[in-house]
């Protein structure tokens, strides 16, 4: 006797598919800091919703519109209740895509930010890479398998064209919760072979995965890591300059997906 099909999966498959064949429509744009999101939100005149679709009490903001064929969703955690800074980190930026993918069912991810460049790998001040892998590096469970859980390895959607046409940096990414980095840390980041170091990929790349929704990763360099001056004075100093270059580089992705598919990028 033939195993019963699992028509779920079946038709979850049929629908990846169909997803992946017609126009970009809906996109979701996830982003952790208001200085890296508000340049966006003006670029695409973009108005801050005033019908919340998140929970009653939640700090997280949506600025929305249309922008050529693409109806554009911002999306940031917002500030902290208590202490009023940006909700950095991993818990904040999985709760809010998760919730932003069920209430809007986005067909594309863009995990747009800022981040911390490695010179030995080649990143400079200012350049922006997109990411062809996220991983964590600090989720340490040396117990096997469990280790591997913990790394959570994932391939970003495939981009060759926009790679190719808009001649943007590549290089893996690696996402811990931390601004600095401890010596396991950095073991860690190099066992990832990582470019550029951030505080939410891995995480949104989680939630994507999870909900089957293809996540691209643009990151621009504030600092270098393995330089000379101190990070925290450095990302500092270069971050508002740098929201402009990553301001720039999303603008150019987002020009170039409009009226594609996901296959087509």
Same mark, same amino acid.
């Given at each position: 006797m033939a195993p019963p099909h699992d028509d779920s999966k079946l038709k979850a498959s049929e629908e990846s598919l169909s997803a992946s064949n017609r126009p970009i429509s809906t996109v979701l744009i996830i982003i952790a800091m208001q200085t890296e999101a508000l340049p966006l939100v003006n670029k695409f005149q973009l108005s801050q919703a005033v019908d919340p679709v998140f929970p009653k009490g939640v700090p997280w903001v949506r600025y929305h519109g249309t922008y050529k064929d693409l109806n554009i969703n911002i999306m940031w955690p917002g500030k902290d209740a208590v202490l009023g800074v940006d909700s950095v980190g991993t818990v904040s930026s999985s709760l809010l895509t998760y919730a932003s993918v069920q209430a809007l069912q986005p067909d594309l991810i863009i995990n747009a930010g800022?981040?911390?460049?490695?010179?030995?790998?080649?990143?400079? $001040?200012?350049?922006?890479?997109?990411?062809?892998?996220?991983?964590?590096?600090?989720?340490? $469970?040396? $117990?096997?398998?469990?280790?591997?859980?913990?790394? !959570?390895?994932? *391939? &970003?959607?495939?981009?060759?064209?926009?790679?190719?046409?808009?001649?943007?940096?590549? !290089?893996?990414?690696? &996402?811990?919760?931390?601004?600095? #980095?401890?010596? *396991?840390? /950095?073991?860690?980041?190099?066992?990832?072979?990582?470019?550029?170091?951030? #505080?939410?990929?891995?995480?949104?790349?989680? @939630?994507?995965?999870?909900?089957? @929704?293809?996540?691209?990763?643009?990151?621009? @360099? &504030?600092?270098?890591?393995?330089?000379?001056?101190?990070? &925290?004075? /450095?990302?500092?100093?270069?971050?508002?300059?740098?929201?402009?270059?990553? /301001? *720039?580089? @999303?603008a150019q992705v987002i020009d170039y997906i409009n009226g594609k598919c996901i296959t087509e990028l």
């Amino acid at each position: 006797m033939a195993p019963p099909h699992d028509d779920s999966k079946l038709k979850a498959s049929e629908e990846s598919l169909s997803a992946s064949n017609r126009p970009i429509s809906t996109v979701l744009i996830i982003i952790a800091m208001q200085t890296e999101a508000l340049p966006l939100v003006n670029k695409f005149q973009l108005s801050q919703a005033v019908d919340p679709v998140f929970p009653k009490g939640v700090p997280w903001v949506r600025y929305h519109g249309t922008y050529k064929d693409l109806n554009i969703n911002i999306m940031w955690p917002g500030k902290d209740a208590v202490l009023g800074v940006d909700s950095v980190g991993t818990v904040s930026s999985s709760l809010l895509t998760y919730a932003s993918v069920q209430a809007l069912q986005p067909d594309l991810i863009i995990n747009a930010g800022t981040a911390g460049g490695f010179k030995a790998k080649g990143a400079c $001040i200012g350049d922006v890479f997109l990411a062809s892998e996220v991983a964590f590096h600090d989720r340490r $469970i040396p $117990i096997p398998v469990f280790d591997l859980y913990g790394v !959570g390895l994932r *391939q &970003t959607c495939s981009t060759p064209n926009i790679l190719k046409d808009l001649n943007l940096k590549v !290089g893996k990414l690696s &996402t811990g919760d931390s601004l600095d #980095m401890c010596p *396991q840390d /950095e073991s860690s980041i190099i066992a990832n072979d990582a470019t550029v170091k951030d #505080m939410e990929g891995a995480a949104v790349a989680y @939630v994507a995965d999870l909900l089957k @929704v293809p996540a691209v990763f643009i990151k621009a @360099v &504030t600092d270098i890591i393995d330089g000379d001056k101190p990070t &925290t004075e /450095e990302f500092l100093e270069n971050l508002a300059a740098v929201a402009a270059a990553l /301001e *720039q580089a @999303v603008a150019q992705v987002i020009d170039y997906i409009n009226g594609k598919c996901i296959t087509e990028l």
